[in-house]
Protein backbone atom coordinates (compact mmCIF):
# COMPACT_ATOMS: atom_id res chain seq x y z
CA UNK A 1 0.00 0.00 0.00
CA UNK A 2 1.27 3.38 -0.87
CA UNK A 3 -0.13 6.88 -2.01
CA UNK A 4 -0.64 7.57 -5.23
CA UNK A 5 1.08 9.99 -7.08
CA UNK A 6 -0.03 11.91 -10.20
CA UNK A 7 1.91 9.77 -12.22
CA UNK A 8 -0.34 7.10 -11.52
CA UNK A 9 -3.33 8.73 -13.29
CA UNK A 10 -2.98 6.90 -16.32
CA UNK A 11 -2.95 3.23 -14.28
CA UNK A 12 -5.72 4.70 -12.37
CA UNK A 13 -7.44 5.22 -15.24
CA UNK A 14 -6.72 1.41 -17.18
CA UNK A 15 -8.02 -0.07 -14.01
CA UNK A 16 -11.43 2.58 -13.96
CA UNK A 17 -12.03 2.14 -17.03
CA UNK A 18 -11.98 -2.02 -16.95
CA UNK A 19 -14.09 -2.04 -14.00
CA UNK A 20 -17.03 0.93 -14.33
CA UNK A 21 -20.06 1.42 -16.65
CA UNK A 22 -18.88 5.36 -16.97
CA UNK A 23 -15.13 5.53 -15.47
CA UNK A 24 -13.84 8.57 -14.36
CA UNK A 25 -11.73 10.77 -16.82
CA UNK A 26 -8.07 12.11 -16.97
CA UNK A 27 -9.61 15.83 -16.16
CA UNK A 28 -11.84 13.91 -13.10
CA UNK A 29 -8.04 12.11 -11.38
CA UNK A 30 -6.74 15.20 -11.76
CA UNK A 31 -8.78 17.60 -10.00
CA UNK A 32 -8.97 14.89 -7.53
CA UNK A 33 -4.93 15.83 -6.71
CA UNK A 34 -5.26 19.02 -7.28
CA UNK A 35 -7.98 18.93 -4.52
CA UNK A 36 -5.50 17.39 -2.04
CA UNK A 37 -7.98 14.26 -1.70
CA UNK A 38 -6.04 11.08 -0.12
CA UNK A 39 -5.20 8.25 -2.73
CA UNK A 40 -4.03 5.26 -1.88
CA UNK A 41 -2.89 1.96 -4.41
CA UNK A 42 -1.51 -1.33 -3.83
CA UNK A 43 1.48 -2.62 -5.95
CA UNK A 44 1.89 -5.90 -6.59
CA UNK A 45 5.27 -6.78 -8.17
CA UNK A 46 5.63 -3.11 -8.90
CA UNK A 47 2.16 -2.84 -10.65
CA UNK A 48 -1.02 -0.88 -9.76
CA UNK A 49 -3.64 -3.60 -9.20
CA UNK A 50 -6.13 -1.32 -6.99
CA UNK A 51 -6.71 1.87 -5.49
CA UNK A 52 -8.89 4.15 -3.03
CA UNK A 53 -9.87 7.87 -3.35
CA UNK A 54 -11.40 9.58 -0.43
CA UNK A 55 -11.79 12.94 1.00
CA UNK A 56 -11.76 14.67 3.96
CA UNK A 57 -13.37 18.12 5.05
CA UNK A 58 -12.75 20.19 8.37
CA UNK A 59 -16.73 18.86 9.30
CA UNK A 60 -14.95 15.45 10.78
CA UNK A 61 -16.76 13.47 7.65
CA UNK A 62 -14.46 11.86 4.93
CA UNK A 63 -16.22 10.09 1.83
CA UNK A 64 -14.62 7.49 0.13
CA UNK A 65 -15.09 8.55 -3.88
CA UNK A 66 -13.81 5.43 -5.74
CA UNK A 67 -12.82 2.07 -4.82
CA UNK A 68 -11.73 -0.20 -7.74
CA UNK A 69 -9.75 -3.51 -8.32
CA UNK A 70 -8.01 -4.44 -11.16
CA UNK A 71 -10.29 -7.41 -12.32
CA UNK A 72 -7.81 -9.95 -12.55
CA UNK A 73 -7.34 -9.26 -8.73
CA UNK A 74 -11.15 -9.16 -7.54
CA UNK A 75 -12.29 -11.71 -5.52
CA UNK A 76 -8.84 -11.48 -3.22
CA UNK A 77 -9.40 -9.14 -0.63
CA UNK A 78 -7.75 -6.42 -2.06
CA UNK A 79 -11.26 -4.45 -1.87
CA UNK A 80 -11.14 -5.27 1.31
CA UNK A 81 -7.81 -4.22 2.31
CA UNK A 82 -7.95 -0.43 0.38
CA UNK A 83 -11.47 0.34 3.00
CA UNK A 84 -10.01 -0.65 5.82
CA UNK A 85 -6.56 1.24 4.95
CA UNK A 86 -9.05 4.10 4.30
CA UNK A 87 -11.32 4.03 7.58
CA UNK A 88 -8.45 4.04 9.70
CA UNK A 89 -6.42 6.77 7.86
CA UNK A 90 -9.82 8.79 8.51
CA UNK A 91 -9.86 7.79 12.07
CA UNK A 92 -5.98 8.79 11.90
CA UNK A 93 -6.85 12.19 10.96
CA UNK A 94 -9.92 12.61 13.75
CA UNK A 95 -12.78 11.95 11.11
CA UNK A 96 -15.82 11.11 12.91
CA UNK A 97 -18.07 9.59 9.96
CA UNK A 98 -17.14 8.32 6.38
CA UNK A 99 -19.77 7.95 3.82
CA UNK A 100 -19.75 6.20 0.49
CA UNK A 101 -22.34 5.46 -2.35
CA UNK A 102 -22.86 2.46 -4.33
CA UNK A 103 -25.10 1.10 -7.11
CA UNK A 104 -27.78 -0.89 -5.96
CA UNK A 105 -27.31 -3.63 -8.43
CA UNK A 106 -23.19 -4.24 -6.40
CA UNK A 107 -24.29 -6.69 -4.39
CA UNK A 108 -20.64 -7.81 -3.66
CA UNK A 109 -20.08 -4.76 -2.74
CA UNK A 110 -22.94 -3.86 -0.62
CA UNK A 111 -22.27 -7.09 1.14
CA UNK A 112 -18.63 -6.20 2.08
CA UNK A 113 -20.02 -2.43 3.19
CA UNK A 114 -22.07 -4.34 5.30
CA UNK A 115 -19.32 -6.72 6.78
CA UNK A 116 -17.24 -3.40 7.44
CA UNK A 117 -19.94 -2.44 9.72
CA UNK A 118 -21.57 0.40 6.99
CA UNK A 119 -24.98 1.10 7.40
CA UNK A 120 -27.40 2.04 5.30
CA UNK A 121 -28.33 5.84 5.60
CA UNK A 122 -30.41 6.59 2.31
CA UNK A 123 -30.45 6.25 -1.79
CA UNK A 124 -29.37 8.58 -4.38
CA UNK A 125 -32.42 7.95 -6.75
CA UNK A 126 -30.94 7.61 -10.96
CA UNK A 127 -27.54 8.63 -9.56
CA UNK A 128 -25.49 6.22 -11.73
CA UNK A 129 -25.41 6.41 -15.61
CA UNK A 130 -25.21 3.09 -17.18
CA UNK A 131 -25.49 1.52 -20.74
CA UNK A 132 -29.74 1.80 -20.62
CA UNK A 133 -30.31 4.70 -18.63
CA UNK A 134 -29.35 5.20 -14.90
CA UNK A 135 -29.01 3.36 -11.69
CA UNK A 136 -30.22 4.66 -7.82
CA UNK A 137 -27.38 4.78 -5.47
CA UNK A 138 -27.16 3.56 -1.70
CA UNK A 139 -25.41 5.68 0.36
CA UNK A 140 -24.08 4.27 3.67
CA UNK A 141 -22.31 5.84 6.36
CA UNK A 142 -19.40 4.44 9.19
CA UNK A 143 -19.83 6.25 12.52
CA UNK A 144 -15.86 6.23 13.19
CA UNK A 145 -16.32 6.79 16.96
CA UNK A 146 -17.97 3.77 17.98
CA UNK A 147 -16.35 0.98 18.18
CA UNK A 148 -17.80 -2.77 18.24
CA UNK A 149 -17.16 -5.91 19.94
CA UNK A 150 -16.65 -9.19 18.09
CA UNK A 151 -20.03 -10.75 17.57
CA UNK A 152 -21.83 -7.22 18.79
CA UNK A 153 -24.23 -5.06 16.85
Known amino acids: MRKAVESDIPTLIAIETATQVAPWTEEIFQQCF ?34 CVDPHYQRRGYGRELLGYA ?10 MIYLEVRRSNDKAIRLYHQMEFVQIGERKNYYPTTTGREDALVFAKDLSVTYLAGSQ
Open 34 to 67: KAGYDCWVIDKDNQVIAFIMMSSVLTGESHILDV
Open 87 to 96: ISQAKYKGMA
